[in-house]
């Protein structure tokens, strides 16, 4: 069974970076498209950002453009989610998964935007 577990995030004051990482388990991710999430308080689960399965191609939504770089590392079998500029908008849990079908969502891990 696939398992997904998230890292790497905290609390950070606006303007600043964090760098996540998701390493999987019982899964090769090499074979799919993998997809970074977030969902805030009261809000609905978003996609962020997304990365084809060999790397070559990426996207984001609007918000994250220019802010956020999603990679991975297939040897590793690690997606990666490199946040900079954060604001506090971007306060939310944040999640990997595949894209666009989903497996069980793992703990996500929780990024805090705040001075």
């Known amino acids: 069974q696939a398992q997904f577990v998230e890292s790497g995030g905290g609390l950070v004051q606006p303007g600043g970076s964090l760098r996540l990482s998701c390493s999987a388990s019982?899964?090769?991710?090499?074979?799919?498209?993998m997809g970074w999430y977030r969902q805030a308080p009261g809000k609905q689960r978003e996609l962020v950002a997304r990365i084809s399965n060999d790397g070559a191609r990426t996207n984001y939504v609007e918000s994250v453009k220019g802010r956020f770089t999603i990679s991975r590392d297939n040897a590793e079998n690690t997606v990666d989610l490199q946040l900079h500029s954060l604001t506090p908008e971007d306060a939310a849990v944040y999640y990997c998964n595949l894209y666009p079908d989903f497996l069980s969502w793992g703990q996500g891990t929780q990024v805090t935007v705040s001075s």
């Open positions: 019982g899964i090769i991710l090499s074979s799919y498209n």
